[in-house]
Nanobody, 121 residues
């Protein structure tokens, strides 16, 4: 069993900052990639940022220069530092990871439960 648990969402004023965290736990053999997606009301889920274990980061154009993704591989944790937040960043943010569980033979997609980020004055 693999779980992703997110934390760090909340209400922030425009121009403010938040830091999201997501820890993967359970029977993990290998993690290929970890990242963040978001879904605003009435919209489809969209990629925010991803960070492969081997490879470079990938950001949505809308967050480049404002958001920074990072990982602590020893803790199986991914972070999203969000600065200069805008009202249009309001969404539920979901952690995603591509993981091979112990005793498995291929990678599978895992998702966190989501954390609400609201940017409003």
């Amino acid at each position: 069993q693999v779980q992703l648990v997110e934390s760090g969402g909340g209400l922030v004023q425009p121009g403010g900052s938040l830091r999201l965290s997501c820890a993967a736990s359970g029977s993990i053999f290998s993690i290929a990639s970890m990242g963040w997606y978001r879904q605003a009301p009435g919209k489809q889920r969209e990629l925010v940022a991803t960070l492969p274990t081997l490879g470079s980061t990938n950001y949505a154009d809308s967050v480049k220069g404002r958001f920074t993704i990072s990982r602590d591989n020893a803790k199986n944790t991914v972070y999203l530092q969000m600065n200069s937040l805008k009202p249009e960043d309001t969404a539920v943010y979901y952690c995603n990871a591509l993981i091979i569980p112990i005793m498995a033979s291929r990678y599978s997609d895992y998702w966190g439960q989501g954390t609400q980020v609201t940017v409003s004055s």
